[in-house]
């Protein structure tokens, strides 16, 4: 299993980023496959911030990141992405896409940055 993350990137205060989160060797189909985000800022443990089922359907957010982020997902392409807008110096964190199939897998991080 690799989940492959990008769109590392620093950015104003309001500002927009997107980052994506490229999947490959699920051992069940990544359809069926609820998939998160996770970020850890500097200092302090990880927190968990967005969910998607695997159809895409049903997704739930951190409330200090209702309204300003959107998960989503690419079925077709095994891809999962994560839409920030409205970013605030606070979301400056390590950003982790993460499955669970039968054990913990986490993407490589990908540094978001927000700052003036």
């Known amino acids: 299993v690799q989940l492959q993350a990008s769109g590392e990137g620093e950015v104003q205060p309001g500002g927009y980023l997107r980052l994506s989160c490229a999947a490959s060797?699920?051992?069940?189909?990544?359809?069926?496959?609820?998939m998160y985000w996770v970020r850890q800022a500097p200092g302090k443990e990880i927190e968990w911030i967005a969910s998607?089922?695997?159809?895409?359907?049903?997704?739930e957010y951190l409330d200090s990141v209702q309204g300003r982020f959107t998960v989503s997902r690419d079925n077709d392409g095994n891809t999962l992405y994560l839409h920030m807008n409205s970013l605030k110096p606070e979301d400056t964190a390590v950003y982790y896409c993460y499955a669970f199939l039968g054990s913990d897998y986490w993407g490589q991080g990908t540094l978001v940055t927000v700052s003036s």
């Open positions: 998607i089922n695997g159809g895409g359907s049903k997704t």
């Open positions: 060797g699920f051992t069940s189909p990544f359809d069926r496959t609820w």
